[in-house]
């Protein structure tokens, strides 16, 4: 696990050192072991190293024989001992033991084809001196960041926005379109992101770039096709033999490795797994509040596993003096409360080891969100004639706010593609027109969500609703929150993170199991659960999902109020935001029985990312 820069100067001058040397050293905590850079002609290539394959022979950027094709990698392969053999055989000489080399000999035997042959986690950018050209790619989740943008003079890459700008013709202006989708998703979905001109490279995505410019596309598709006529006992068993032979990749290292521990199942299944093979440490982090944490189910879980437990309480006064911090980490705000708690985590985890296995995607691929249960609940709405909806939706809007069965009543009346954005739906469009100060007309063209659903609803069409939201949330809310939160929290302490559940082998298999395999017996995840009930603990199997709650209501009525009313008084983000309306909401978030927390944390956290990145 790593961080790369690089840049591709236009017209033929050469990259300066410092320039390099700057973007790497900003980035250093992804790579604090070393870090060495390359300049040719009109390029520069730099790497910040993290050690976990390959210690002594493994820096970067790596080159072929003759110096021509050089790589720089962020990531890992997690079969690359199997492709330096075939490439071996081909005639082909390695000069060192890491995954990163098999890229440049992959590329040398086929050029830009070789993609799909990857098992792994990965953001990487080669550069072919012959071709004077980058080739590059992110893996098919989005696990591994790769940024980009253009400049009058470069193109600029790089592990985290704070690499790019470091180059002193990138715009650090906000993206007011990017921001209305943050408002309504939590973050800013790919390939945007907060920084007008700023982009990420979209999972599963390659990118081309020459001296007539840069081409992207996409090198794989996920699809899903059920298959319901295969017997559920048989899909067990693939599931049970898919991730255990996942779980056997994901703990190569020359490093001490371990796991997350949380009291869910996912996590669970990756400590049983891993323990058949290894002693290893587990980590959980919780809150004071015993309904805010599963520490004592976590410890639980982890006497009878065996493993050697650490944990850690998160105090709120903790909390709050690591926001400032944790901002600057993630680049552009992300309102998921838990990437804090995710931050603490990978702290105490790094006191121990260098690689840590975690349970992210877990959720997604298996339908375990509580929310992917709602069209079995609104299914008396079926049965309602499609004129007598709007009606009855319009009944309900002058309900009072708050009133139970008034959103199950709206929501029950609109179409799926009108309710469901993924995990998080924090504004409306009807209540940006209040909450963001943007002239009306923009809101009006860019603050619609659906803009950015719409293309994945499409490619999903004909499958059934439950699936269909797995889609959303698989190409959305997974990179965009997820996945996002998860590298930059981790990172922050130089700890690599796995996830096994997201191996393009599991993937292929579940996207052939159907909806009635996974939302079963009144439960999420069903399958999942039956595949491995015999090596998780009981008392796990049945619970039903807490996620990684954060006490955000609580203190934002005490702990947190003056915080909160002070960054809003004194934030610069007038021209985007509406301050007198974020007040009344903080202030009757504290006087009155109405939840704001979601809605005052996402401005917060967009506040305090504006102080962070935009304001001298």
Not at 21 to 41: A, E, T
Not at 69 to 81: A, D, K, L, P, R
Not at 286 to 294: F, I, R, T
Not at 459 to 481: H, S
Request: proline fraction near 5%.
């Amino acid at each position: 696990m790593c961080g790369i820069v690089a840049v591709f100067n236009k017209h033929s001058q050469s990259v300066a050192p410092e320039l390099l040397n700057r973007m790497m050293d900003v980035i250093v905590h992804r790579g604090p072991d070393d870090g060495r850079y390359l300049q040719m002609d009109n390029v520069g290539l730099g790497f910040r190293r993290l050690s976990i394959i390959d210690l002594s022979t493994g820096m970067q950027p790596i080159a072929n024989e003759d110096g021509s094709i050089n790589v720089i990698f962020n990531g890992e392969i997690y079969n690359y001992q199997e492709l330096t053999a075939q490439l071996t055989a081909k005639g082909h000489k390695f000069s060192t033991h890491t995954d990163t080399e098999v890229l440049v000999h992959l590329y040398e035997e086929y050029g830009e084809a070789f993609l799909p042959m990857l098992r792994g986690m990965f953001g990487f950018i080669i550069h072919d001196r012959k071709k004077n050209s980058f080739f590059g790619a992110r893996d098919y989740f989005g696990i591994k960041p790769v940024y980009y943008t253009e400049t009058s003079s470069a193109f600029v890459f790089g592990s985290e926005i704070k690499s790019l700008l470091e180059h002193p013709e990138v715009s650090r202006k906000t993206k007011p379109d990017a921001f209305l989708n943050y408002l309504t998703f939590q973050y800013v979905p790919e390939p945007d992101t907060m920084f007008e001109g700023i982009k990420k490279l979209p999972p599963a995505h390659w990118f081309h770039l020459d001296a007539s410019g840069m081409k992207i596309a996409p090198y794989y598709q996920m699809e899903f096709a059920p298959e319901p006529t295969v017997p559920f006992a048989d899909f067990v068993e693939q599931i049970r033999e898919t991730l255990e032979t996942s779980i056997l990749a994901h703990r190569m290292s020359d490093v001490p490795r371990g796991a997350f521990l949380s009291g869910g199942i996912d996590s669970t299944i990756i400590c049983a797994l891993f323990k058949k093979y290894e002693d290893i440490h587990t980590f959980s982090v919780g809150y004071n509040e015993e309904q805010y944490s599963e520490l004592s189910v976590a410890a639980q879980t982890a006497k009878i596993l065996g493993t050697n437990h650490h944990e850690f309480i998160i105090t709120p006064e903790e909390y709050l003096q690591m926001l400032p911090k944790l901002a600057w980490h993630q680049d552009e705000p992300v309102a998921d409360p838990s990437a804090i708690s995710v931050y603490f985590l990978a702290r105490l985890a790094r006191e121990q080891i260098t690689v840590v296995l975690s349970g992210e995607g877990a959720d997604e691929l298996f339908a375990g969100y509580n929310i992917y249960r709602e069209p079995h609940d609104l299914h008396l709405f079926n049965k309602i004639p499609g004129w007598a909806k709007p009606l009855l939706s319009a009944s309900a809007e002058i309900l009072p706010r708050g009133l139970k069965g008034k959103s199950f009543i709206q929501r029950g009346c609109a179409p799926l593609e009108d309710r469901f954005f993924g995990n998080a739906k924090i504004f409306t469009h009807k209540e940006k027109y209040k909450i963001s100060a943007l002239d009306k007309q923009i809101i009006a063209q860019h603050g619609d969500a659906r803009r950015v659903t719409a293309p994945f609803y499409e490619r999903a069409k004909g499958l059934d609703e439950v699936t269909r939201m797995q889609f959303i949330d698989l190409n959305t809310w997974l990179p965009g929150n997820i996945l996002m939160k998860a590298d930059k929290m981790t990172m922050a302490n130089s700890l690599e993170l796995r996830v096994p559940f997201l191996d393009i082998e599991v993937l292929k298999l579940i996207s052939r199991i159907p909806t009635e395999y996974k939302i079963s017996h009144g439960t999420t995840k069903y399958i999942l659960r039956e595949a491995f009930k015999d090596v998780v603990p009981e008392h796990v199997v049945s619970k039903k999902k807490l996620g990684f709650p954060v006490p955000l209501r609580k203190w934002l009525k005490k702990e947190f109020f003056a915080w909160a009313y002070d960054l809003i008084k004194t934030s610069e983000t007038g021209e985007l935001v509406n301050k007198t309306e974020m007040l009344k909401l903080l202030i009757e978030h504290k006087n009155t029985g109405h939840d704001n927390s979601r809605q005052l944390w996402t401005v917060l956290m967009f506040m305090l990312w504006h102080r962070e990145f935009t304001v001298d």
